[in-house]
């Protein structure tokens, strides 16, 4: 079983996202020169939010459809996912979009014969997420 493994940060009350990688670079660079394991390297995506209602833009309940839907049912573009699923497809493109910048899914290019233009096929190439906040 392949497991993704995720790791959310959110970001102090009042600190900018340049303060937190600042201050976690500094953390960072501190365990290195102690010889210490880089906490982060186990995780296969580490991602940073601004607060904790962001966490949404990763496990939402229609974006965990999302996930189990492209691990069972394999479509071959968001048109037929979006069908899938019974929502509009410009919702399902927009999620499937956020979820492919944050890597939480990734989208092939693909051509189906005879077709002359090319489709986004969203794939997850693992078996479970495994997500620390």
């Not at 982060?40 to 904790?52: G, K, L, Q, R």
């Not at 189990?68 to 069908?83: C, F, G, M, R, W």
């Not at 014969?113 to 794939?123: A, S």
């Amino acid at each position: 079983m392949r497991v993704r493994k995720f790791k959310i940060k959110v970001n102090r009350p009042g600190e900018t996202p340049s303060e937190t990688f600042k201050r976690d670079t500094i953390a960072d660079f501190k365990r290195v020169q102690r010889g210490e394991k880089v906490t982060d390297s186990e995780y296969d995506i580490v991602i940073n939010f601004p607060d904790i209602s962001w966490l949404n833009k990763i496990v939402s309940p229609e974006r965990l459809r999302i996930y189990q839907t492209i691990k069972d049912k394999k479509p071959t573009s968001i048109y037929e996912l979006a069908k899938l699923l019974h929502r509009a497809v410009a919702n399902v493109q927009r999620d499937v979009r956020e979820l492919a910048e944050f890597g939480v899914i990734e989208l092939r290019k693909t051509r189906k014969k005879g077709q002359k233009r090319e489709t986004l096929q969203p794939e997850c190439n693992w078996d479970a997420l495994d997500i620390a906040v």
